[in-house]
């Protein structure tokens, strides 16, 4: 397929369960266990940019200068920001209030449904496009 979740610590769970929920939509989609943030395995994420045309980033953490940041600063390193779009998926920039994790995680989206919902509004989003397909190439 032409979708890679690229997850860290507490979120390869729910991108498995996502990943595997959009299967069942007919969009196959590539699950990575980043295992640690630094240093980045820069050997597979650049050969996931060649192949993939969506990367999505999914880290229990703030966005600015996080994980997906740093994915970014990789590609663009090696001159593959255009050539596959990274999507970034964690805490915006802003105050968390304090309460149940399940529900935190869920306002940000950091779920199951919450991944789901994102990449599969991607998906559809580069289907229109043209940028995106599952399948059959669109011209």
């Not at 192949?51 to 600015?64: G, Q």
């Not at 399940?102 to 229109?128: F, H, N, S």
């Amino acid at each position: 397929g032409d979708v890679a979740i690229v997850a860290y610590g507490s979120m390869v769970h729910p991108s498995l369960k996502a990943a595997e929920r959009l299967a069942t939509e007919g969009i196959e989609t590539t699950v990575v266990n980043a295992r640690f943030v630094k240093p980045l395995d820069a050997g597979l994420l650049l050969a996931l940019a060649r192949t993939k045309r969506l990367i999505v980033t999914v880290e229990e953490a703030y966005l600015a200068g996080g994980f997906g940041s740093a994915i970014i600063e990789l590609l663009e390193e090696n001159g593959l920001q255009d050539k596959v779009r990274v999507v970034r998926m964690g805490i915006p920039d802003t105050l968390v209030t304090h309460g149940d994790a399940k529900l935190l995680l869920a306002k940000y989206g950091l779920d199951t449904d919450g991944i789901y919902t994102r990449v599969k509004a991607c998906v559809e989003q580069g289907r229109r496009e043209g940028t995106l397909f599952s399948g059959i190439r669109v011209s």
